[in-house]
């Protein structure tokens, strides 16, 4: 089984692989994983992953990362994994009113790869080994930061997870036939900008811990 740990920076995945058990990135024909650093945001991932899809046509592709959280009683630090995507800042505001590509009558909502306006993630039954937590994820090109776009994406679309890459792997994944997952470690609160406030080494420790869980799950069951 081959599989891909892509993340929008080395950074959050650096820590599992200096710690990954040599096994699955050398020896074992049953498990062999190898890294991939997608570039920040939509744009940069949809061209990495859909060259790493084309190219290598991996068994499973594991996004890492970490996130904001539009939930304040989530706890810092917690690992999530996105049961679905929704593209957050594709379309206009008329009237602060936001109108997605959907509202514009650009794109059919339940024209493939979407389903009923989302991208979800219809391998997570299978993937989900670690039973975590399963949220609605949001892909934004910008950060949210003003409190009114907060509510209309809250409101619009009961995203709980803030990321710039999701999107990316959702679509491309569904595209390709790819099984997927997102797994994600909240970082801050979407609209918290002092960064005094945020747990991005906790986040980030946190995500590794549980990548390295992961794996070695996987293994045991493959």
């Known amino acids: 089984m081959r ?12 820590p599992v692989f ?3 058990n040599t096994l699955y990135t050398g020896e074992s024909q049953r ?20 060259r790493l899809v084309s190219e290598e046509k991996p068994d499973l592709i594991i996004q890492a990362g970490i996130a904001g959280c539009f939930d304040p009683n ?3 630090g917690k ?8 593209l957050g800042d594709l379309g206009v505001e008329e009237e602060g009113k936001w109108k997605d590509i959907f509202d514009m009558k650009l794109e059919k909502s339940n024209y493939h790869p979407f389903e009923k306006r989302k991208l979800p993630n219809p391998w ?7 039973k975590l937590p399963e949220l609605t994820g949001i892909t934004v090109n910008q950060i949210s930061t003003q409190p009114t776009r907060i ?5 619009k679309y009961g995203a709980v ?8 792997l959702h679509f491309i994944c569904r595209e390709a036939n790819i099984p997927f997952i997102q797994i994600r470690a909240i970082s801050n609160y979407v609209g918290e900008r002092n960064k005094a406030h945020w747990k991005m080494k906790e986040a980030i420790e946190a995500l590794n811990e549980v990548l390295v869980k992961y794996v070695d799950r996987l293994y045991k069951i493959r």
């Open 3 to 14: 599989i891909i740990i892509t993340a929008a920076t080395i950074g959050e995945w650096m």
């Open 18 to 20: 200096v710690n990954m």
């Open 31 to 50: 498990l062999k994983v190898r890294f991939h650093q997608s570039g920040v945001g939509m744009l940069a991932s949809a061209v990495s992953l859909t």
């Open 74 to 76: 989530m706890p810092l």
């Open 79 to 86: 690992v999530v994994v996105i049961k679905e995507e929704i």
């Open 124 to 130: 997570l039954s299978t993937y989900n080994l670690l």
């Open 151 to 155: 509510e209309q994406l809250k409101k």
């Open 161 to 168: 997870v803030e990321s710039m890459e999701g999107a990316a």
